[in-house]
């Protein structure tokens, strides 16, 4: 079980109000994602759960019982950290083994356990280890599995991949991914990066100065975000925005089109500018188009590879039922 | 530096420093060289280096004289017990400064070390007064006591230095894992600080053995160490050069040893854990 | 890191360290203040009444307080002077690339080890003296006449003694500071054209701050209270008497505990002046 309740949650740091009330719910085996960017309270309310701060008001509930004043080992949750905080006088099977030698799980168990996390992790040849002699992946994972052989009621992962290089995270993103299912337990996860939240995330928590500002699967932030800050904030490359007489057209203060729904002619269009930077990909092509009269810089997604170069005039047709409207205050139109 | 250095420039540096680090090893090592001449070698003019009839008989008449096992028994169990105490009372406050941080640790941190600054002399009748009450003049607890408070603003002041490199996550993970307050402190923190707790020991251990005021003040025949062991050879007896060599070489070795075999903790220590 | 519970159990591991540095600071103080207000003679009588303010007027009308006060400046600040110059001119030389430099280090460290009592013993004894000093042969070997270092040049001496105990202390700072400076730093100066002696002024000196900080820190701690060199040395005659020094003299020589305590509370706001001061400083200088 891991159902998790946030009951207008608060928390300040002196006279600075980080977390303004705030109410959760966190079901049972969803793997839920955090997001939001530096600052804006996502790690403070990992740690609001696990019980690493105080509250300053408000409840947390885990499984129905009030766990607000809970010292964080009794809560039945585990946490990985972005530093992965192993233990660095202690072997991999030492560290893996403190959580149950703490909870006096007995031996034989606490062996069985070590070898069934160690064997899904792909550890097993560096269990007699230290944390020193392993690489990020490595310790990352052995993170992973002093959480795993608790048998938390939820998982909390603190920004877990942003400390290794880029081939690496795609690989562990899968890997926790996999978990989640195999688990099928509740996983929290902080991070500031949208595509992590994407991937991984049955429900994204989006956060901005400490307020939600959605709360949706991945494609419902992605086809309806409830404001501007979402709609910029979700999606790679950002959604444009274009504001003024075009937008006014549409009975809009704002209107948001993402790159992906824009399509690129080198001969006619709704739009024209000029190529600025051309990044050629491969599989995709990102134009950045100036001159277009509507904002500095228009980006375009083109599949595959496109001609253009710096300098070339180029049309754009935006798909018209894919466009966001937003009001003055930056909230969708319906 | 990871550029050569030409031979001729390694050789001036080395000579230069082997001159500069002999000097001011030498009156070290004349005082050992004079405690193995006989009294006469050992003024005569011009001065023998090495060329003496090397004798043990100054260490033989010094061990005669006063009870030399006794004294060094009572420098080991003051100087140790009192690092030992300060330390066990240090690591828990320590503990709180380097990771429950407030708006006054510092200032309690300064406070702690400016109460070394108080001048001994200042309070030494009302503590004199205090010890003859309390019946500890003159005994092993007595100092082991006094000692452990003069140190202890030293060793938290070095502990909370350690401590503050160590990240604060990896206490929380312990947190997390189920380690209650104690556990966390004795499976965690004490094991990751062990070379900082190792080199705080070791500089808490030189001070007091070789603290000199306290000790020479409050104790008389029991209680002595071997500051007052070397202070009975202040004169006339310290115009006989050899048997002062002696004494002095039996004073200092323990520690020159202990030091010389520990040089890696201790240079960290010396440092206060306060430079990198 | 902080609920309350760990704050609460903070306070309470603090708990023993802060009461009884508290308990030492203020038991003795206390008493002390009651002393130095009372006419107080333990071997001629014992307790006479209460003085009012004539002990602090003695000790501080009494012809030995300002030149001990001078004495006790005096050698503090020359012991630090002369460790802090050597120190530096010593950790750049141990720095250097050389053979044997692990012994080299051991040598230099030597001195650190050794009890106050003996190296004053050594150095009086065996170096200073006028007529067998080492100092005293080397002098005739040059045809000089042997100086009475320890009447004649009281201060020079006792400050030669001193610092040759802490100049290992000096130098191991400021060489584990040096070591840590980037040496890309350093390159990058070279490449911008600084001289050798420019990157040592702009680069090397200003990194050694802090290290120098916390030598002046520590060693005034240990050095306002030096008694054993003088001690065993002097005696505090040939003006070598330092405020420390006097008070022990008033109290235990000539057994006025009240007058000496008038002296120990003086004593005390010196002390507290100069940590003032050094806090000042080192508040700026490190983040402790």
């Not at chain 2, 090592?29 to 009839?53: V, Y």
């Not at chain 2, 604060?168 to 997390?176: F, T």
């Amino acid at each position: 079980m891991g159902r998790i309740t946030l009951d207008k949650v608060t928390k300040s740091f002196g006279d600075t109000n980080v977390i303004p009330p705030l109410d959760l719910t966190i079901n049972d085996g969803e793997f839920v994602v955090f997001v939001g960017p530096s600052g804006c309270g996502k790690s403070t309310l990992l740690r609001l759960i696990a019980g690493l701060e105080d509250v300053s008001s408000g409840q947390i509930r885990i499984d129905g019982e009030d766990a607000t004043n809970l010292a964080p080992a009794k809560r039945k949750l585990a946490m990985v950290f972005q530093s992965y905080a192993l233990y660095p006088h202690m072997s991999v099977r030492k560290n893996i083994a403190f959580p149950m030698k703490m909870a006096g799980v007995d031996e034989a168990e606490q062996k069985k356990r070590i070898e069934a996390a160690a064997k899904a992790l792909n550890l097993t040849d560096y269990l007699d280890r230290r944390p020193g002699q392993l690489s990020g992946g490595q310790r990352q994972r052995v993170a992973i599995g002093r959480a795993i052989v608790r048998e938390p009621s939820a998982f909390l992962f603190d920004e877990p991949l942003s400390n290794l290089d880029a081939a690496l995270r795609v690989n562990m993103r899968l890997e926790i991914s996999e978990l989640h299912n195999q688990l099928k337990t509740t996983m929290i996860y902080v991070t500031h990066d949208q595509v992590e939240a994407m991937t991984m995330a049955d429900k994204i928590v989006v956060l901005r100065a400490g307020h939600i500002e959605q709360v949706g699967s991945p494609l419902e932030l992605y086809r309806e975000p409830r404001n501007k800050f979402v709609a910029g904030f979700i999606g790679s490359p950002k959604m444009n925005f274009i504001e003024g007489s075009v937008a006014a057209q549409h009975g809009a203060h704002t209107i948001g089109i993402r790159p992906e729904h824009i399509t690129a002619s080198e001969t006619a269009g709704l739009w024209q500018g000029v190529v600025g930077v051309a990044e050629h990909l491969g599989s995709d092509t990102f134009l950045h188009v100036h001159n277009t009269g509507l904002t500095d810089t228009i980006t375009v997604r083109v599949n595959g590879e496109f001609g253009l170069r710096h300098g070339d005039t180029v049309y754009l047709n935006p798909e018209m039922d894919k466009l966001h409207k937003f009001d003055a205050q930056g909230l969708r139109i319906a | 530096m990871a550029r050569a250095v030409t031979p001729q420039r390694k050789i001036i540096n080395t000579a230069a420093a082997w001159a500069v680090g002999l000097a001011i090893f030498f009156p070290i090592l004349w005082t050992i060289l004079t405690s193995f001449k006989t009294e006469a070698q050992a003024i005569a003019d011009p001065p023998i280096f090495l060329g003496f009839d090397w004798t043990l008989e100054n260490y033989k008449v010094v061990m005669e004289r006063s009870d030399y096992a006794k004294y060094l028994w009572n420098s080991i169990i003051i100087a140790g017990g009192s690092t030992l105490l300060g330390v066990i009372i240090a690591v828990p406050a320590a503990w709180s400064m380097a990771f429950v941080p407030s708006r006054r640790t510092k200032d309690i941190l300064m406070w702690m070390l400016s109460t070394k600054m108080l001048p001994a002399v200042g309070v030494l009748y009302p503590i004199y007064l205090l010890f003859i009450k309390l019946g500890i003049l003159d005994s092993q607890i007595g100092l082991v006591i006094v000692l452990m408070l003069i140190n202890l603003p030293i060793i938290v002041w070095m502990l909370y230095t350690y401590f503050k490199e160590i990240p604060g996550e990896i206490l929380e993970a312990a947190r997390m894992d189920g380690a209650t307050l104690k556990e966390e402190v004795i499976y965690i923190l004490t094991p990751m600080a062990v070379p900082g707790i190792a080199s705080t020991i070791l500089l808490n251990v030189i001070l007091a053995w070789n603290e000199a005021f306290w000790t020479l003040n409050l104790t008389a025949a029991k209680a002595a160490p071997l500051t007052a062991f070397i202070a009975s050879y202040s004169s006339p007896e310290g115009l006989f050069y050899a048997k002062l060599s002696a004494a002095s070489t039996m004073a200092i070795a323990p520690i020159l040893i202990l030091g010389w075999f520990s040089q890696k903790q201790l240079v960290s220590g010396l440092t206060f854990g306060a430079v990198k | 890191m902080a609920t309350q519970h760990s704050r609460s159990a903070a306070r309470l591991m603090l708990a023993p360290a802060v009461i009884l540095l508290l308990g030492w600071m203020l038991v003795p103080l206390i008493m002390t203040l009651y002393f130095s207000f009372k006419n107080y003679l333990p071997l001629r009588g014992g307790d006479l009444g209460w003085a009012g303010f004539e002990n602090y007027t003695r000790f501080v009308t009494s012809s030995s307080f300002w030149p001990s006060v001078a004495t006790t400046l005096i050698i503090v600040g020359g012991v630090l002077f002369i460790t802090v110059i050597l120190g530096i001119f010593l950790a750049i030389l141990l720095n250097q690339p050389m053979w044997g430099q692990g012994i080299v280090r051991i040598l230099v460290i030597a001195p650190f080890f050794v009890m106050p009592t003996v190296s004053a013993l050594v150095w009086k004894n065996m170096f200073m003296d006028p007529n067998y000093g080492l100092l005293a042969y080397l002098w005739e070997f040059f045809g000089a006449t042997p100086v009475e270092w320890l009447s004649k040049a009281s201060m020079p001496s006792i400050i030669t003694i001193v610092s040759w105990q802490w100049l290992p202390f000096a130098t191991l700072i400021l060489l584990t500071a040096i070591q840590s400076l980037d040496s890309e730093q350093l390159e990058a100066a070279e490449m911008d054209g600084a001289s050798a002696t420019k990157r040592f002024a702009y680069i090397t000196l200003p990194h050694l701050g802090r290290a120098i900080t916390v030598v002046i820190l520590i060693q005034t701690i240990f050095l306002l209270s030096i008694f054993a060199e003088i001690f065993v040395t002097t005696g505090g005659a040939f003006g070598t008497k330092t405020l420390s020094y006097l008070i022990f003299q008033r109290v235990l020589e000539s057994q006025n505990v009240g007058l000496g305590s008038a002296g120990g509370v003086y004593a005390i706001i010196l002390a507290n002046i100069v940590a003032v001061f050094l806090m000042r400083i080192v508040g700026k200088n490190l983040d402790a």
